[in-house]
C-alpha cells in the first residue's frame, strides 16, 4: 500500500504519471487519471529522485535531499523502507562538491527564509553561495538579508549588493541599518559602489585632468577610462590621411614619458 507523502510530492513537480518508490509517493500528477507507477525496479531512490528534480534549481534540490533524507528516515519500519542517501543524489544530479554542498546546507539554517526563496527563485548555484559563504552573520547580516529579498533584485544587481556589502562592512564603512531605507535594488547597489569606490574615483579624477593636460598634437586626446577594476589609458586621434597617421602617432610616443607622468601621479603604481 503506497504511503502518501506530501513532504515529496509537494516539492517535486507533477508528472503526466504518479510515480513512486515502493512505499513513498514521489509525484502528483496534473492528469485526471490515478494511474502511477513504481521506479524501485528500473531506479535507485536517489536516481529516481534527481531524475524526477532536472529542472529544480540547486536550492530546491537542497530542500529536497533534506525532506527526502527526513522522510524516509522517519518510515524506516518495514524491510521495504530505505534511507535516503544525499550525497548519493547530488551525485546523480552532477554536483560532486560535496564539501562546499555541506558548508551551503549548514549556512542556509542561518539564512532568513525570504532569501531563502529568493535564492531558489533566482536560481543560485554552488559558486554563487561564495560571495557570502564565510562573511554572513546570523545577527548581524540577517535584517539586511532580508530587506534585499523584499527589493527582490537580479540574480546579478543581488549578487554584487551582496559582495560589496561585505567589502564595505570589512572596511566598517557600512551597517545594516544604514541600507533599510532602500526603495530601490539598483539605487542601494549604486550607494554601496559609490562608497567603496569613493578613492577609486578621486584618484581617476587625477589621473583623467592631468592626461587631457598634454598637449601632442591637433586631433589628439589623451583621456582615462575605467574598465571595472582596472584602469586604461584612452587615446583619441583623428587623421586625414595615412600620412597624418603616422606622423600622430609618433608624437604620441614621444610623449610617453608624460603619460606615464600623469598615471602615477598620486596613484601608487600602475595597475
Not at 502518501?4 to 518508490?21: A, D, E, M, V, Y
Not at 528500473?42 to 531524475?51: F, G, M, P, Y
Not at 561564495?130 to 546579478?156: E, G, H, I, M, Q
Request: charged share 30%.
Amino acid at each position: 500500500m503506497s504511503i502518501q507523502i506530501s513532504g515529496l510530492n509537494g516539492l517535486l513537480p507533477k508528472t503526466n504519471c504518479r510515480f513512486t518508490w515502493r512505499e513513498l509517493t514521489l509525484t502528483d500528477t496534473n492528469w485526471a487519471s490515478q494511474k502511477s507507477y513504481d521506479l524501485s525496479a528500473d531506479l535507485s531512490l536517489e536516481r529516481a529522485v534527481a531524475v524526477l528534480s532536472e529542472g529544480l534549481s540547486f536550492c530546491e534540490k537542497l530542500s529536497l535531499a533534506e525532506a527526502a533524507a527526513s522522510l524516509t528516515t522517519n518510515t524506516n519500519t518495514n524491510t521495504n523502507s530505505h534511507t535516503f542517501d544525499q550525497r548519493l543524489f547530488f551525485k546523480e544530479s552532477n554536483y560532486t562538491r560535496f564539501d562546499l554542498i555541506e558548508q551551503i546546507k549548514n549556512l542556509s539554517k542561518e539564512l532568513p527564509e525570504d532569501f531563502l526563496r529568493w535564492c531558489a527563485l533566482k536560481k543560485l548555484n554552488l559558486k554563487d553561495f561564495r560571495a557570502f559563504l564565510n562573511d554572513y552573520k546570523k545577527n548581524n547580516d540577517s535584517v539586511f538579508f532580508s530587506k534585499l529579498s523584499d527589493l527582490d533584485p537580479t540574480k546579478n544587481t543581488g549578487l554584487q549588493i551582496i559582495e560589496v556589502y561585505f567589502d564595505l562592512c570589512a572596511q566598517k564603512k557600512v551597517s545594516p541599518e544604514d541600507l533599510l531605507s532602500f526603495k530601490n535594488a539598483e539605487t542601494l547597489l549604486a550607494s554601496l559602489k559609490k562608497k567603496r569606490f569613493s578613492m577609486t574615483l578621486s584618484k581617476d579624477q587625477i589621473i583623467f585632468d592631468e592626461l587631457s593636460k598634454i598637449k601632442v598634437a591637433a586631433g589628439v586626446k589623451a583621456s582615462l577610462k575605467r574598465n571595472g577594476d582596472k584602469k586604461q589609458i584612452k587615446l583619441e586621434l583623428e587623421a586625414d590621411s595615412p600620412e597624418q597617421l603616422k606622423e600622430k602617432l609618433q608624437k604620441s610616443l614621444e610623449r610617453a614619458d608624460s603619460f606615464e607622468k600623469a598615471w602615477n601621479i598620486k596613484s601608487g603604481a600602475s595597475k
